[in-house]
């Protein structure tokens, strides 16, 4: 797979899409959409492959150990 995105400094925007290139017999893309949260620690959004197939995701930045 391949992940191509941008970032909005301005507005904590970020989209990015995943390309599955058919390794392991998976072929579609990943339409990625969000926004920075709490700090930069957290990232909420929505996720699609068609309209009608998609949800919400939140990324949470680890713990440093």
Do not use: C, M
């Not at 959004?45 to 919400?56: C, H, L, S, Y």
């Amino acid at each position: 797979a391949s992940v191509h995105g941008k970032i909005a400094p301005e507005t904590g925007d970020i989209s990015w899409l995943k390309t599955y290139d058919g390794t392991g017999q998976i072929w579609h893309d990943v339409d990625y959409t969000g926004r920075f949260a709490e700090a930069g620690q957290t990232i909420n959004g929505r996720w699609e492959i068609t309209p009608r197939w998609g949800g919400k995701f939140t990324v949470r930045k680890a713990a440093q150990p």
